[in-house]
């Protein structure tokens, strides 16, 4: 008992949503020893992050009930105590951190106000000098360079690395024995995430204090956990070491879950065949030819609302992209790859710079001039909830677009046109008559991928199309592109963050690092020889699998 | 195709039955039926003449004889809208079906219905309407400007007061039965609010739209106009009118809408600035569809909701603006109004408590019905509140 610093026992938390009850957790038990890291692993409403807020108790009463369990912390059961009770628990004895960096601290306060607030709230002794002086203590544990001199920022003077670091200085300045961390590098760059979770390790290995970790990374899950819980729809269906779970994982949820991982999936055999047969291919004029890109948005200031000065969002791209090949685009937040996807299909206007498709020139065209070169690209989105239109039927959506191409020649002939296109993306026919709002984010982003193949494109950009899915339904509609891709002979540009997937889709990799491109290659080569410095850092910060 | 159709709710449907879900909603939803079946069948419900009567085997309608132009234009318009609404096409066929058949049927009214120039109420009760064999009386059998002098009426007798002639609310200072001048005045109130929140509405889209979809430059200008709008005090621009031009219920509902529209403009814009971004929206760009489809089937759909809501509430202050003019004396003359009875009732020497409760009683329930529907559109089309305040669930 006494190595236990946490035991939860037969949880069950159930949520009241439109009158009826959801079972969230389910009975669940697991423990955390004192020093260790416990993860919480699973997909998207499985019931992870209600397991922590019934841990911390954030759950509002009203709606959320506990038919069943204790959760003893120290030997006390936390669903029993009372509103101070638990709130001399939170925050002192346990902390919390959250996942996103940008909404978790008042914008109103400056950082050291926020930390000595919670500081001299759970040691009301305190002075503000002591209260100062522990705070900016915290602040250089966390890492902050120039600790003293940021005591007086704002939140919106640090960037989303640096805010997270200052949320764990805020949960650590009362030097809690459970740390509860909610994804808390999932916002964050992959090179950003790195340092967060070495920073988390240290500090644990420091204080000796124990940490809930949730995530959905099993790449994270490798770098952190010495225990590793698999959560399946509010159940544990798989509680043991991480090695073990990771190594020789036992239920078949865990290991459908690994499997799926964009670096276990195996690449279907025919598509391998069709790279050998293409090399040659290669040498012929490229689809997409881009010499010399710029997209700078101008900063506009004063009265008259004249040009300070330019965000050099793409700078100088020149770029090739050749037939039938899928060309991974990556690069961290903020680098302008989402720019140069939406430039190249011409939604964003360049500010010089040349794209030619088929040898035919793009920039310049008038929107009249380039209806008819819209049918040869088009582009799928990240985000499933606002890529399809809610008012229209999935008909209307698909056949609008063949309508104003003289594609078909009567209606009729659309919806059947339309029909066989929601076929080859796996969904069923009758799904035309049905609106958006009936569909999961998986199957969204399928009628997506079927309205940007309505026009019979050369060229789709898919922009983080899989960012926002579940790792297994990421594995599915990345399968899904790759055999598109091959009864089509498609070429893409695929824009991503995740190295997995760029690993498992691409044929070629170009790398961005502030609006230029810094190395591009084949994906094997840049992904196994980096040249480039920040190539070899972001490789480099990867989480990845192995043990 | 049609195997696979299945009956499907569509997001519009969603949105109308989550309001209808509320209970004030329902209150306020059948207190304006009742404001519209008052206002198109006023003279069949409250008239001096009879609606049918057999005399010497003839049978004649004295009503339909006497009925005005303005009579028969909006029951021919309503007629229109009760077609178009079993007809279901798509909502902007039918309102500029509607339009067009309301304008055709504005000419045939005033080419073919001739009306007697001049109605002397007092003839109704005269031998040759009332020795008859049979007739059928309006529930209410007097006109609204029926002074009733041939009976000798006093004026402001409260309700069953005066002997031998019933009238449920009384009458006012000049003899005529108070029920009767406020069915016809539902008119007034009804088309005073649809009529300038439409003039109101179609400006705002149209400014606001524009400045949502174009931004940059456009915006700039279209904001210091808006601004420029909402500046105006509406109540004096109209006091000015009214001192200079006369009394006009016209003028009136194109003053208030004219200076209305800047809410609309921004609600849309906002609305257009938010749309502009979505992805659908660039999809349909991408896809290469002209920009009316862009503007008005993929970008204004989805951004009418808050318009509605405001809508609601906007209808509700054109009435009230219209009942404070006629209150002050400066609404029209011939035609009752509401707020011009109220003001009739504060004139009076003697505190007439009939003259004052009726209606003020219809303006307040008439603004109040509006503000719920409105409140009702608000909470169905933001999920989040209705689920918090337990409004619709």
């Keep these: 008992m006494n190595d236990r610093l946490l035991e939860v026992r037969n949880l069950s938390t159930y949520l009241q949503a439109d009158g009826r009850e959801v079972r969230a957790v389910d009975g669940i038990s697991f423990s955390i020893p004192k020093g260790d890291i416990f993860c919480l692993v699973g997909e998207s409403g499985s019931g992870k992050s209600v397991t922590a807020l019934s841990v911390i108790r954030l759950l509002p009463d009203g709606i959320a009930s506990h038919p069943s369990g204790e959760i003893l912390f120290n030997g006390h059961d936390l669903l029993k105590l009372d509103d101070p009770g638990i709130r001399a628990v939170r925050g002192s004895q346990i902390a919390m951190i959250f996942q996103e960096p940008m909404t978790s601290l008042n914008p109103v306060l400056t950082i050291g106000e926020q930390i000595t607030e919670a500081l001299q709230l759970h040691h009301p002794t305190m002075t ?9 203590m915290a602040l250089e544990q966390v890492q902050i360079p120039h600790a003293s001199g940021r005591f007086r920022d704002y939140p919106h003077q640090l960037s989303g690395g640096q805010r997270q670091r200052v949320m764990i200085a805020m949960a650590l300045a ?11 590098t999932t916002a964050l760059d992959v090179t950003v995430q790195a340092e967060i979770l070495r920073l988390m390790r240290k500090l644990q290995d420091d204080t000796g204090m124990s940490m809930l970790f949730i995530t959905h990374d099993f790449g994270v899950v490798a770098q952190m956990a010495q225990w590793v819980g698999v959560m399946q729809q509010g159940k544990m269906v798989e509680v043991g070491s991480c090695s073990e779970v990771l190594r020789k994982p036992q239920h078949a949820y865990t290991r459908q879950l690994l499997a799926a991982l964009p670096e276990n999936l195996a690449k279907p055999v025919s598509v391998q065949a069709q790279q050998i047969t293409q090399e040659p291919a290669i040498a012929q004029t490229p689809l997409l030819q881009i010499r010399d890109l710029k997209v700078w948005f101008p900063i506009k200031k004063g009265l008259f609302r004249h040009t300070v000065g330019y965000v050099r969002a793409v700078d100088e791209v020149t770029l090739d992209i050749p037939q039938g090949q899928i060309v991974a685009l990556v690069g961290e937040s903020g680098c302008g790859k989402t720019t140069l996807g939406r430039a ?3 939604l964003e206007k360049p500010t010089s710079g040349s794209i030619r498709i088929q040898g035919q020139e793009l920039t310049g065209l008038s929107a009249r001039e380039l209806r008819p070169l819209r049918r040869k690209m088009q582009i799928a989105f990240q985000d499933p909830q606002s890529s399809l239109n809610p008012r229209l039927l999935i008909e209307t959506t698909l056949t609008e677009p063949m309508k104003v191409h003289g594609i078909g020649a009567n209606q009729e002939e659309r919806i059947e046109l339309a029909g066989r296109l929601l076929e080859s993306v796996q969904l069923k026919r009758d799904f035309l008559w049905r609106y958006p709002h009936e569909f999961s984010g998986g199957q969204r982003q399928r009628i997506g991928l079927a309205r940007a193949l309505t026009l019979n494109p050369e060229f789709i950009v898919c922009d983080e199309i899989t960012s926002a899915l579940d790792v297994s339904v990421q594995a599915e509609i990345l399968q899904l592109l790759l055999s598109i891709r ?15 997937v760029v690993e498992y889709l691409s044929d070629r990799t170009v790398v961005m690092y502030k609006g230029k491109i810094v190395e591009q290659g084949e994906t094997e080569q840049v992904c196994k020889r980096p040249q480039h410095p920040y190539t070899q850092e972001l490789l480099a910060a990867v989480p990845r699998l192995t043990v | 195709m049609t195997e696979y159709i299945v009956s499907r709710e569509s997001f519009a449907a969603r949105i109308w039955r989550k309001t209808l879900e509320g209970v004030g909603v329902k209150v306020g939803l059948a207190w304006v039926g009742l404001l519209i079946f008052a206002a198109v069948f006023a003279p069949f419900l409250a008239n001096s003449m009879p609606l049918l009567m057999s005399k010497n085997g003839e049978i004649s309608a004295p009503v339909l004889h006497y009925l005005s132009l303005e009579d028969a234009w909006i029951l021919a318009s309503f007629f229109i809208a009760l077609i178009l609404y079993r007809l279901r096409l798509g909502a902007a066929k039918h309102i500029l079906l509607f339009l067009l058949g309301s304008a055709i049927a504005a000419v045939l009214v005033n080419v073919f219905i001739k009306p007697p120039v001049l109605v002397i109420y007092d003839d109704f009760r005269s031998a040759a309407y009332t020795e008859v064999d049979w007739r059928i009386m309006p529930p209410i059998p007097y006109a609204p400007t029926d002074y009733l ?8 007798e409260a309700p069953f007061a005066s002997e031998g002639h019933t009238h449920l609310m009384g009458t006012e200072e000049n003899g005529a039965d108070v029920l009767s001048r406020m069915i016809h005045a539902c008119r007034i109130s009804l088309s005073i609010g649809l009529i300038a929140s439409g003039i109101a509405l179609l400006i705002g889209v149209v400014v606001g739209g524009l400045m949502g979809y174009f ?22 621009l109209l006091l000015t009118f009214v001192a200079f031009f006369g009394r006009s219920l016209y003028m009136m509902m194109v003053i208030i ?13 906002t609305e257009f600035l938010k749309l502009r971004k979505q992805d659908y929206v660039q999809a349909a760009v991408a896809g290469g569809l002209p920009l009316s489809s862009i503007l008005f089937r993929h970008m204004l759909p989805n951004g009418v909701a808050p318009l509605l809501v405001a809508v609601s509430f906007g209808v509700a202050g054109a009435i009230l603006s219209e009942a404070t003019l006629s209150f002050l004396g400066l609404g029209v003359v011939d035609a009752p109004s509401w707020g011009q009875m109220l003001d009739q009732a504060v004139k009076s020497s003697t505190f007439n408590w009939w003259m004052a409760v009726f209606p003020g009683g219809a303006i307040f329930m008439t603004v109040f019905s509006y503000n719920l529907i409105g409140e009702s559109f608000r909470d169905a089309i933001d999920p989040k509140l209705s689920r918090e305040a337990g409004v619709n669930t």
């Design chain 1, 486 to 500: 091959q009864q089509r002979n498609l070429t893409l540009l695929f824009i991503t963050h995740n190295i997995g």
């Design chain 1, 344 to 346: 190249v299909v011409q």
């Design chain 2, 149 to 156: 002098r041939d009976l000798g009426s006093k004026g402001l």
């Design chain 2, 257 to 269: 809408g004219v200076t209305g529209w800047s809410g609309y403009a921004r609600y849309v814009r």
């Design chain 1, 128 to 136: 503000d000098a002591e209260a100062e002086q522990r705070t900016i």
């Design chain 1, 174 to 184: 009362c030097e809690p024995q459970l740390l509860i961390a909610d994804e808390p």
């Design chain 2, 215 to 236: 931004s940059g430059i456009v915006d700039m200008l279209g904001m210091r106009l808006v601004e420029i709008f909402e500046d105006i005090p509406t109540l004096f």
